[in-house]
Every structure is written in C-alpha cells, then in structure tokens.
C-alpha cells in the first residue's frame, strides 16, 4: 500500500480534489475522443464568450490577486485532478 502524505493541510490553500471528477473526466474522454480541457474550452468557454476565463492558470497580466501565482500559492498543480 502506498501512502502519501497531502500536499496541503486543510483548510490552508484553495487547493481542491475530488477523485469522482477525475474520472468522469476519464470517461468522457473515452466516449468523447477528445481531451476534457478541450470539451470544457469548446463546448462551454467559447460558445458563452468567457474570454477571460481560463482551464489553467491565468496569464500574470490578467490576474486580480495582488502578485504572481507563485508569490500567492495560487501556482501549484495536481496533474490531472486539475483544475
């Protein structure tokens, strides 16, 4: 069995994972034949004109939080369990 430790504690960083969506996510790649990032960016972003809405992290440039991602631990990632 192999345990890991969180990369977080709670209720210290907006970090947020939840497993059943990640494998939805699996799922409709499989059925949809396309990446999940492409699904949510076609079939939701585009067609609503989000343009400033972002799958990852936003550009600095567009950023509200005072700093850079990094700077205000905005700027971590959980490979496929994000966003």
């Known amino acids: 069995m192999v345990r890991a430790i ?4 709670a209720f210290n960083t907006p970090a947020y ?11 409709l790649e499989g059925i949809k034949g396309k990446s999940f ?4 960016e076609d ?5 609503l004109g989000l343009n400033h809405t972002y799958y990852d992290t ?3 440039s567009v ?3 005072p700093g850079s ?8 990632r959980l490979g496929d369990g994000s966003p």
């Open 58 to 60: 936003a550009p600095d």
């Open 17 to 27: 994972s939840d497993i059943t969506f990640q494998l939805l996510g699996y799922a």
């Open 37 to 40: 990032r492409s699904m949510v």
């Open 69 to 76: 991602y990094k700077d205000t631990n905005w700027g971590f």
């Open 6 to 9: 969180p990369s977080f504690g």
């Open 43 to 47: 079939g939701v972003l585009k067609p």
């Open 63 to 65: 950023g509200l939080i």
